[in-house]
């Protein structure tokens, strides 16, 4: 009985990941983790550290795991990591605010997101294409950090909801709530401007 069990768990077990593998996954995910960062920090030098991190992580910590693991162990090590950032940032800022009264000068910087604009047949439909994605990245910008969160899991890295849950740390009904109000957030943020998806 117990070795039709070992068995049947060793089947469940997929391919290890090569180190090629593992390259090219991270390769893969790099460009919309970053921007899932960014989405989430907004700024740019913060979220590189915090996908460079997650890469690091996932390499150090779980590259002996099976190659279908890898996008759902990513996306934990990926959220943690923007958790952990804005921990840090919260105790940073209560040091910058208790020694800020002693420095009076301040220093601000509010960095620029660039856009990814692909190629297309004219410079007007590049640029329509660009004011879309900008609103469209604005609009998730608005939203609370978990509707966010929920909406790219789901949207972007087109995960299930039971594996959303499981990356956000919640149960599949909040999953389902905060994608909902995200859709409608979302549609209502970018109907006001007249653009209709």
Same mark, same amino acid.
């Given at each position: 009985?117990?070795?039709?069990?070992?068995?049947?768990?060793?089947?469940?077990?997929?391919?290890?990941?090569?180190?090629? &593998?593992?390259?090219?996954?991270?390769?893969?995910?790099?460009?919309?983790?970053?921007?899932?960062?960014?989405?989430?920090?907004?700024?740019?030098?913060?979220?590189?550290?915090?996908?460079?991190?997650?890469?690091?992580?996932?390499? &150090?910590?779980?590259?002996?795991?099976?190659?279908?693991?890898?996008?759902?162990?990513?996306?934990?090590?990926?959220?943690?990591?923007?958790?952990?950032?804005?921990?840090?940032?919260?105790?940073?800022?209560?040091?910058?605010?208790?020694?800020? +009264?002693?420095?009076?000068?301040?220093?601000?910087?509010?960095?620029?997101?660039?856009?990814?604009?692909?190629?297309?047949?004219?410079?007007? &439909?590049?640029?329509?294409?660009?004011?879309?994605?900008?609103?469209?990245?604005?609009?998730?910008?608005?939203?609370?950090?978990?509707?966010?969160?929920?909406?790219?899991?789901?949207?972007?890295?087109?995960?299930?909801?039971?594996?959303?849950?499981?990356?956000?740390?919640?149960?599949?009904?909040?999953?389902?709530?905060?994608?909902?109000? +995200?859709?409608?957030?979302?549609?209502?943020?970018?109907?006001?401007?007249?653009?209709?998806?």
């Amino acid at each position: 009985m117990k070795l039709v069990k070992w068995k049947r768990n060793v089947k469940k077990v997929g391919k290890l990941a090569t180190y090629q &593998e593992l390259s090219l996954f991270l390769s893969g995910v790099e460009r919309r983790a970053f921007k899932q960062a960014v989405y989430a920090v907004k700024d740019d030098h913060g979220a590189l550290d915090i996908v460079q991190d997650a890469m690091l992580k996932l390499t &150090e910590k779980y590259s002996d795991r099976p190659l279908d693991e890898l996008p759902m162990l990513f996306q934990r090590i990926l959220q943690n990591a923007i958790n952990d950032y804005f921990r840090r940032n919260k105790v940073r800022s209560l040091w910058t605010t208790l020694l800020s +009264a002693l420095n009076s000068s301040d220093d601000e910087s509010d960095p620029l997101e660039t856009l990814d604009t692909r190629q297309s047949e004219s410079p007007h &439909e590049q640029l329509e294409k660009a004011q879309v994605v900008a609103c469209i990245e604005a609009a998730l910008e608005s939203l609370p950090a978990r509707q966010r969160q929920a909406f790219l899991l789901r949207y972007w890295e087109e995960m299930d909801v039971a594996e959303t849950a499981s990356v956000m740390g919640c149960s599949e009904g909040s999953v389902k709530t905060h994608c909902s109000r +995200a859709n409608h957030a979302i549609a209502d943020y970018l109907k006001c401007r007249g653009i209709e998806l």
